[in-house]
């Protein structure tokens, strides 16, 4: 019954332990897409104030700015993927819990990939742009 008892308390711990690491992980795709859309928004301002109206520069990195917004809405549902796995395996509802847990990884992959996206499409414009 100690024995038991132990490892009970081992998991719990352990458990309690891999939440802030969860919670910092689900952060990182807000945070980088969300950057990327504010520096983009930012670089589209400097070019319409300094350059006029380059409608070939803003153009070209629209689907940057498209794959950002769709990284962090991607990351957005995460969290909330997130928050409805763990509610259901609070309730012992394995079923609906499992289900969502895969949904958040699958959704927290898709806000990485798009993010690497953008990226990749921004440098491919930059790069086109010349000097």
Same mark, same amino acid.
């Given at each position: 019954?100690?024995q038991w008892?132990?490892?009970?308390?081992?998991?719990i711990?352990?458990?309690?332990?891999v939440m802030p690491f &969860? %919670?910092?992980?689900?952060r990182?795709p807000?945070l980088?897409?969300? /950057?990327?859309?504010?520096?983009? #928004?930012?670089?589209?301002g400097?070019?319409?104030?300094?350059?006029?109206?380059?409608s070939?520069?803003?153009?070209g990195?629209i689907?940057?700015?498209r794959?950002?917004l769709a990284?962090?809405f991607?990351g957005?549902l995460?969290?909330?993927?997130?928050y &409805? %796995?763990?509610l259901?395996?609070?309730?012992e509802?394995?079923k609906? /819990?499992?289900?969502f847990h895969? #949904?958040?990884?699958v959704?927290?992959?898709?806000?990485?990939?798009a993010?690497?996206?953008?990226?990749?499409?921004a440098?491919?414009?930059?790069?086109s742009a010349?000097?």
């Amino acid at each position: 019954m100690a024995q038991w008892k132990h490892e009970r308390q081992f998991e719990i711990e352990m458990f309690r332990s891999v939440m802030p690491f &969860a %919670s910092m992980s689900l952060r990182a795709p807000l945070l980088i897409n969300g /950057g990327a859309a504010t520096v983009l #928004l930012a670089f589209i301002g400097h070019i319409v104030t300094t350059e006029g109206m380059d409608s070939a520069a803003i153009t070209g990195v629209i689907p940057a700015m498209r794959a950002f917004l769709a990284g962090l809405f991607s990351g957005a549902l995460a969290v909330g993927s997130a928050y &409805a %796995s763990q509610l259901s395996y609070k309730h012992e509802r394995l079923k609906v /819990g499992v289900p969502f847990h895969i #949904l958040t990884v699958v959704l927290f992959l898709v806000s990485i990939v798009a993010f690497l996206w953008g990226a990749w499409s921004a440098t491919t414009v930059f790069l086109s742009a010349g000097p």
